[in-house]
């Protein structure tokens, strides 16, 4: 079974500076999608970015990019010029097919 | 880009009483999906809404508590029965209009039984 592990639970950052979050999964499969989605207090759930596991180019959506280790299976979230909007909650979340697993998120506080 | 909508927003229940939820996108969908996230908890499927045929529920989920439907491409509703305290969480559906791709979600219905 796939797991989804994102080791910290909270996290804080001054704005303007860079903050990277953790994720880590577990699977025998070798084609899949992995996730970064951002729930902010409004709980709508925004995508922010998505890497397919047969590209090696890491993905970059504007501040957001990852680091996509594939063979250490982690696939972290790096946000630079962290902004006050950015406050919300991260869930790392990895797919095959029609199975999507989500780890149990990490708390991101900007500070002004 | 298209969107995806969600009725109610938020209610207040009694217990042992059901709650119907809308999820409505503007656009045709491959799949949709039902999530529940319990308070300060992940995401959790509940059941993936098959067009013209029977839920496909998760381990832990069954119809008789979560009847779901889907009788077309851009429409879902999931009925949460009997509800307890324990039901109190925000449930949100899901689509993807390429099937095995990304999810999209709408914004979350949050419930809270008393």
């Known amino acids: 079974a796939q797991t989804v592990t994102q080791s910290q639970p909270e996290m804080s950052v001054q704005e303007a500076e860079t903050v990277t979050l953790s994720c880590t999964y577990d699977?025998?499969?070798?084609?899949?999608?992995l996730f970064w989605y951002k729930q902010p207090p409004s709980r709508q759930m925004i995508l922010v970015i998505r890497?397919?596991?047969?590209?090696?180019q890491n993905a970059t959506e504007n501040r957001f990019s990852v680091n996509f280790q594939k063979a250490a299976k982690s696939f972290s979230l790096k946000i630079s010029d962290s902004q006050l909007g950015d406050t919300a909650m991260y869930f790392c979340?990895?797919?095959?097919?029609?199975?999507?697993?989500f780890g149990a998120g990490t708390r991101l506080t900007v500070k002004p | 880009s298209a969107v995806i909508s969600q009725k109610p927003s938020r209610d207040i229940c009694q217990r042992g009483t059901s709650l119907t939820i809308q999820c409505q996108v503007d656009?045709?969908?491959?799949?949709m999906f039902w999530y529940r996230q319990q308070p300060g908890q992940s995401l959790t499927l509940i059941a993936t809404?098959?067009?013209?045929?029977?839920?496909?529920?998760e381990s832990g989920f069954v119809i008789d508590k979560f009847p779901i439907s889907r009788p077309n491409l851009t429409f879902s509703t999931l009925t949460v029965s009997n509800m307890s305290p324990e039901d109190s969480s925000i449930y949100l559906c899901?689509?993807?209009?390429?099937?095995?791709?990304?999810?999209?979600f709408g914004p979350g219905t949050r419930l809270l039984v008393l």
């Open positions: 899901s689509v993807e209009w390429l099937a095995g791709e990304t999810q999209y």
């Open positions: 699977t025998s499969e070798n084609n899949y999608y």
């Open positions: 890497q397919e596991a047969y590209k090696q």
């Open positions: 979340a990895f797919k095959v097919v029609n199975d999507m697993r």
């Open positions: 656009s045709q969908v491959t799949m």
């Open positions: 809404a098959n067009q013209g045929s029977e839920a496909t529920y």
